[in-house]
């Protein structure tokens, strides 16, 4: 066991920590829409015209902030006319990317803005550029988003709804690098211009257009398109032509292999979390790329894919990406947390892959049994850190690490902190798959009180939920914390998340740096 000391300065806060780092990701892929969120107003399983009402439910118990839809590579063969009208007159289409199944449109644009309404959440639509025109995407905006006599909006009416809706965000292309189109980057980035150019802002909604970027670690992608932005680091002459810049990135195994998601050992295991943390690095060499053409930070930098790649499940289609989901998942999706906020003076977005059914899922379905995964919980135990100051923790000791088979170094410890409304929530990672853990945080500038903490964990990483065992792996109250003083000591299981939650009793306010 280690024995680690931090510090953190209570009155001293960062910047925000953007709810929309804990957003979600819904593709038609596999069951994720059909049988997951979409049942029909048919189904004996309880829904609110066609949407499973538990999912509803579950849903909003993490208060999840975007949904990003309808794809994922699904997106770039959507034509949006096609989900739209009386489902009776909807065309069917064949979803090459995923099964090659027939998809027959019924959960298309009001079904999604329905599921966007019944969860409480901003809706992120992913445009269609690598089969679509300027003028589909142009007219989906104002479909959307435009009152009055405009000839969309008298087709938006005509299918039943009178109001426009809210929506801002919008994405300019989906993986445009492959199967939104095997583009080059330059190119892309002359085409990311032109969309924009026509996607308009209509009756008071503003636009936020996230354009398709890299792929993990291809830094030459982010440079083609902050180029076109005509600053060059001299603040002197910005082009406004998008908001934001993707990217994504999955952890796997090495070499994009696919190992089983409950079935590996402690080499598997290290390999993994030892993948998992490029993420961090990913995020700052795009940050550092993006900085030299925009030191203001005005374009903001968006993980719209990220989360865990197994093998799918035994017997399951192997298109349709449904994996099971350990407490490994829920450890590496604490990682990335902690990433995403020490990185949020650039960092605006995330969205885990895929919200029920498919890779990283919060929720699995069974017929009309829900199952929470392991990474619900930890969404759940996060919802604190939405929208809070971050509380830089200054790790005073070098945190214990592993070798795994690639002779990489695997750090076994990470921890944030945020604070918000007068409380703070520090958020402790243990990866370690034997040994336990001892944190020491030197709470300065306020008063600690109030303490609770709550942990997840189990027997093994490889635990996991299911049908006959839904709560393998839940939350529950935590003991193993003490607070003397300014001094909170944590001791952490192996392969375990806690969380603390506390009353800062802060000695001054806090002023964020950068309020996103």
């Known amino acids: 066991m280690s024995q680690l000391r931090a510090v953190i300065n209570l009155d001293v806060a960062g910047p925000t920590v953007s709810r929309h780092l804990y957003g979600h990701f ?177 009756d008071g909604n503003v636009l936020y257009k996230i354009a398709s970027g890299a792929r993990s670690d291809d830094y030459a992608w982010t440079q083609s398109l902050m180029q076109t932005m005509g600053d060059y680091g001299c603040g002197c002459n910005p082009k406004h032509y998008f908001d934001a810049v993707s990217f994504h990135f999955y952890t796997g195994l090495t070499n994009r292999k696919h190992g089983s998601a409950i079935d590996f050992g402690t080499d598997e295991y290290l390999e ?73 003076e650039r960092l605006v977005m995330a969205n885990i892959a895929q919200t029920v059914n498919v890779l990283q899922a919060m929720l699995l379905t069974a017929d009309d049994v829900l199952i929470k995964t392991p990474t619900y919980h930890v969404f759940e135990m996060n919802q604190d850190h939405h929208d809070a100051a971050r509380l830089d923790v200054h790790l005073l000791d070098a945190v214990p690490t592993a070798q795994d088979n690639d002779d990489r170094s695997v750090p076994l410890i990470t921890t944030t902190a945020t604070t918000k409304d007068g409380h703070a929530l520090i958020s402790l990672t243990n990866l370690d798959p034997d040994a336990d853990h001892t944190v020491t945080y030197d709470l300065r500038g306020g008063a600690p009180s109030d303490l609770s903490a709550r942990i997840l964990q189990a027997d093994s990483p490889q635990a996991h939920n299911t049908r006959e065992a839904p709560d393998t792996v839940a939350p529950a109250a935590y003991d193993g914390t003490a607070l003397s003083g300014n001094t909170l000591t944590v001791t952490i299981p192996a392969h375990s998340f806690v969380t603390v939650r506390f009353v800062t009793g802060r000695t001054q306010p806090s002023e964020s740096e950068d309020q996103r």
């Open 26 to 202: 819904a593709e038609h892929l596999g069951t994720c829409i059909y049988g997951g969120i979409w049942v029909g107003e048919d189904s004996s399983i309880p829904n609110v015209r066609g949407i499973r009402t538990d999912i509803v439910e579950a849903l909003r118990g993490i208060a999840i902030p975007n949904l990003r839809w309808p794809g994922g590579c699904f997106a770039d063969e959507y034509h949006w006319r096609d989900g739209i009208g009386p489902r009776e007159d909807r065309p069917s289409m064949v979803n090459t990317h995923w099964g090659n199944v027939v998809e027959d449109n019924s959960f298309g644009t009001h079904e999604f803005m329905d599921l966007c309404e019944q969860l409480g959440t901003e809706p992120y639509i992913s445009g269609n550029v690598g089969s679509g025109t300027v003028r589909e995407m142009a007219e989906w905006v104002e479909y959307l988003t435009r009152g009055g006599e405009a000839p969309m909006s008298a087709l938006r009416r005509e299918n039943g709804r009178a109001e426009p809706w809210r929506v801002k965000y919008w994405g300019i292309g989906n993986e445009t690098w492959g199967c939104g189109g095997n583009m080059r980057g330059d190119y892309f980035a002359d085409l990311a211009r032109q969309y924009s150019t026509y996607c308009r802002n209509h």
């Open 272 to 344: 993994s979390l030892a993948n998992a943390w490029r993420v961090e690095s990913m995020i700052k060499r795009h940050s550092n790329v993006m900085d030299v053409y925009d030191p203001e930070g005005r374009i903001g930098l968006v993980l719209d894919e990220w989360g865990t790649w197994w093998a799918v499940e035994p017997g399951t289609n192997p298109r349709f990406l449904y994996q099971q989901n350990a407490l490994r998942d829920a450890l590496i999706a604490g990682l990335h947390f902690d990433a995403f906020h020490r990185n949020a």
